[in-house]
């Protein structure tokens, strides 16, 4: 099980290292910076949970337009409420590193663009998707108009069995055509 | 695994036997690599390797516990060392922080400068060892250095000029002598410099060869075309940027290249003919004059040589006026190489091209093309003209060229205070207008390729030259990251990051590495080395170093093979024809290859687009079925109420919608069945045969989903009983016995187009060897029912408007369609869960 206490058990950090794609330096340094964020309280416990708003300090986090989706999708608690316990942590590390396959990056970067969770991306998914991107305020929406317009672009490339949305497997063949997002979908401490 | 949260994701306990199954006739460490690969939590991870290492140990006998025990201590060994391996290489990577840094306030694009920039310095880092190790440590140990002429002192201006003093150092060609020293070992310097060189070469062209051709195959090949499709700016969303800032300004960027992919679209349209035509027009003044200024920089550089080649002389002291009139060239060739590409950035901004890729290469075309043409004509005055002139001509030409490159060093320092200094002062203070400047990714990596380009060409004639550019490229790293952090914004178009790598380092080979070795390679073959200096005095060319060597070789009866290799591979014609033609013949296959699998996925696009069709046309026709039928309504309520719940945890929808639907099916198809014996003569009776089969099948599905609901709120609902299903799939598999016959016939009496589809894609299922694929065979078939009641239907609907395509043709079309719904239920089922 994860551990807080001040040191990483060897045995848990040659588990964490098998099982990760993060290197043992890696994992010490998500130690410190998880330990950080804890309080003195909580440091004892023997698998704290970290809520939602104190990991979106992280300043590799905080300027993230997806931090929310990130920390839900990778959150194993039960109550959805995005907060991540270290092993969780180490997920989030493991699919943004620089050794995580292509399978792995788009199987959670599908998940993270999925907002309503209902495994495909739909009209509704891809225009949020959009104003993530391009900005929350009135002034930098894209207009009704250009949106409809952008999202049928987007469905005409990617949606090959013409459903109106995108699935998996669609998507994970718009990545594979697309050889900046391995490089772009990285997040390092 | 079933698309739904980071919960309990192995969804049902066969997919997870089946998973533990596989993962145990592995070995462990690909056991662990597979574990590691699987898109779920950790947890979950850890439960799927704790139950198949149980697994695993229950499973083997005592026998060869301890061996086993050994063996598997020895594999967590040898991970564990490639693990702290992996890590302690990580951390001694030069300039890894910095990089991050860069990489996160600026984006790829400009990173992948500063990543070339540290692998160039690498090749010359490697370059000195080399030529260090093999050919200036020898001669210094022997101290066969030549004495320096007592009239010759240190000036300053030789740090400049690398004439005078440096002349007569191991710097440059002339001082190595070329004779064999006897020691412990017999060290020929003529065959040590000579091998040196060639194997540095030839190992620099096997790197950049290799790289390029995986980066080409990554980023190219596999690459989308379309440069401004909007997937592909949604896709490239830069994670790693974490400045708040460089955030907004992204999404702006982001906002204005969607807009102008979306503009783009209608604009194509509306260029009229004299709008073409004014383009054109401008495109071929605009090359017509960039093409002339080359040409004219090139033939400036030679006449300027021409008239230095006046004022030289070949004597042994110069004054030291006369040794800074040689660096009137190099100023002249920086000089030009800074300023012209502003005039072709200027052309650039007249020009209108489709798309910015092509702005891109057109510029980068016209810069190497003023580079070459410039490094050319300088290549060809050294080639010809200097060796007649002096005497120990090599050293001359490594002058030339040391003095080239710390010009061009000079200038470089140069261009980036006048250009990313001053421009974000005038930016920022005295036009504010401009704005900040950018980083020209462009500029800069076709300047260090340029330069990198001096130093191969230099090797040969100045062994130490990558001493130079060692201290070139680091100090220019700082000072490049510098400027970019106090003077630059990131790019304003994101994306095609990792093309414009692939175009760098296809750049970097093919006219920059490809020339400097022919022009070392025509040096070594044709060109007569210099009589009294140099290791290879007294020869006709230096190739013949090898002609003695071998001669040498010979006399020696043990090493005979070699001599027969020499002669009869390297020299022999025969071989090298023999070679070329294999290479052909085996090029022009992978291309028919290529060809080939160009087709087939045009086949299989379009059997993925009607397979969407059916789809939708099932489940129009279920509906309509749906709606007709008023008896079953409250049923088909209560069950939608179930499924609607049941659908916010699947992961299709529609296909819980379709269960209930097909049920409905079932009911007015006992009812029909009369009427359909009088309507469709042919089809009847295996209609009913497999009707059936089908009744079984539906009942076994409708008890499965009555366990589901109950079974619903006791777990966290996720595994559909296996025992139904197996039910269905055998009842199906009769079916299809029965009617096996049937669907061949009736399938060859169809479209042979879908018959080559479906031929396609069972050979694709059978080489992705799927191992649901006892189940996808009788979906081909019920596919291609499917298929033909579509067509059938929609035949229908062209040629008899006025017959209401309801009833008559719905019902020889309905058991046809359970069929169908119930195999794509089935291969969905899987298809699905295999995520």
Known sequence: MGTTASQLAKDSLSEYQELTFLTKQEILLAHRRFTELLDRDERNHPNPRVPMEVILTLPELKSNPFKTRICQVFSTSEDKDGSLTFEDFLDLLSAFSDSATLEIKSHYAFRIFDFDDDGTLDYGDLEKLVNCLTGETEDTRLTSEEMRQLISNILDESDIDKDGTVNLSEFQHVISRSPDFVSSFKIVL | MALSKNRLVVSCPTEEQ????????????????????????????????????????????????????????????????????????????????????????????????????????LFNIFSFLVNFGFITIPLLVSDLSPNVSPNVSFRGLELLTGAGYFNYTVMYYGSYSNETFRGLVDYDMQLAYFFTISVYMVLCGLVLIFSMASSFKKNYALADAASNSAWQLLCSWDFSITNEKAVNQRKNNLRIQLKESLSEKAHRERQTTSEQLKQYGIYFGSWLLSTGLAVGCGASVFYLCQYEDEQAEDTETWSALKEAETLLVPFVVSLMNMVIPLFFSLFNKFEQYSSQRKQIYALLFRNVLLRISILGVLCYYWMNTVPQKFTCWEPMVGQALYRLVIVDFIFLMLGSLFGEFLSNVIGTKIQPRLGVPEFDVARNVLEIIYAQTLAWIGIYFSPLLPVIQILKFFILFYLKKVSLTHNCQPPRRSGRAAQMKTIFIFLLFIPFFAGALSIVAYTAWSLTPSEHCGPFRGLNNTFSVIGEWIDDVNKLSSTQWVVWIYQNVIRSEIFYFLITLIILVLIYIFWQLIQGRKELIVLLRKQIVNEGKDKSFLLEKLQNLQKSCPEVNKKQKKRTTHTSRRSAERSSGSQSNSNAVVQVLLARQQQEEEERRNASGVSVPSDISTSDAMMQAMLARQKAERQDENAYEATDGHPPPLDAVAQSLAARQRAEETDGYWSTTHFNRSNPVYSSIIQVRQSAERDREDDSHDATSPVSSAMIQVMQARQKAEEEERNQRIYPPGQNAASPGSSALIQAMLARQQAQNEYDDGY
Do not use: C
């Open chain 2, 18 to 121: 089946n998973l533990i199954k596989e993962l145990v006739a592995l070995s462990t460490t690909e056991q662990i690599r597979k574990i590691r690969e699987l898109p779920v939590s950790f947890e979950e991870k850890k439960h799927v390797r704790t139950q198949a290492m149980a697994f695993k140990s229950s499973g083997q006998s005592h026998h060869f516990s301890s061996l086993r025990d050994f063996s598997q201590n020895m594999s967590l060994l040898i991970r564990r060392f490639g693990y702290s391996i992996k890590s302690v290489s990580q951390s001694l990577q030069l300039w890894r922080g910095i990089m991050k840094e860069i990489g996160g306030k600026f984006g790829s694009s400009v990173l992948n400068y500063f990543v070339l920039l540290k692998w160039l310095l």
